[in-house]
């Protein structure tokens, strides 16, 4: 991964008004609408990794869960492979400053040999101790394995899709029954980082929204 530099979040991070720069992907009446009438104060310190080759492509006002949330979203500052889909790192952050996620989709980490099982757990864990330590107490690990994303390309004047894997350790967290998982990239850092996620048991589907899934962002864009 190239070189890395850390963002803080800290006090007053008020949710954008017209004035800030959005991706054409997000744009909508309901969604300015929404912007102008609610706000976000992040009150506690709160730091993770954005590639330094990135800039802000847009921020919103989303519900998780149905408590209000900010989406962060940062894309390479060249361009390349840029949009929903492509390339980018987008960070969910609650009204309480707490990280409920992020996501780094980079086409720097496809195709490299992937951390052991052990290994992967171990930089989970280390993760989460600094990020989420509220979630190791009544961590129950439910499986680890490699898990795959999708990334949209352009190469040679052409659309394509690379898949970009990960080593998922997903876990449950026992204390209120919620799901979270760390993916290990193939550099060893954490990938993608989800928690408090609601699954519903019949008929079997997840509750919570999913904000870091540009899949998903897409059919919410319609």
Known sequence: MTRFHRIALTAAL?????????AQS???????SDMTSHSINVTTDLSYSVPGTHAQASQRTVSVDGQAAKLL???RRDGRNAGLEGEHFSAVVA???TLKGFANISLDLAGKPLPTRQRSEQIAREFLQQTAPDLLPRMKISWIDPHDEPILVQR?????????TGMKVKARNLADG???WVIVGSDEKPMVFERDIVWVTFPGHRKTEKWLHDSWLKTQAG
């Open 156 to 164: 040679d004047g052409k659309s394509e899709t690379i898949v970009l």
């Open 178 to 180: 919620r799901w979270f």
């Open 26 to 32: 997000f744009t909508s009446s309901q969604e300015s």
């Open 95 to 97: 009204a309480d400053g």
């Open 14 to 22: 008020a949710v954008a008004t017209g004035s800030a720069v959005l």
């Open 73 to 75: 979203r940062y894309e």
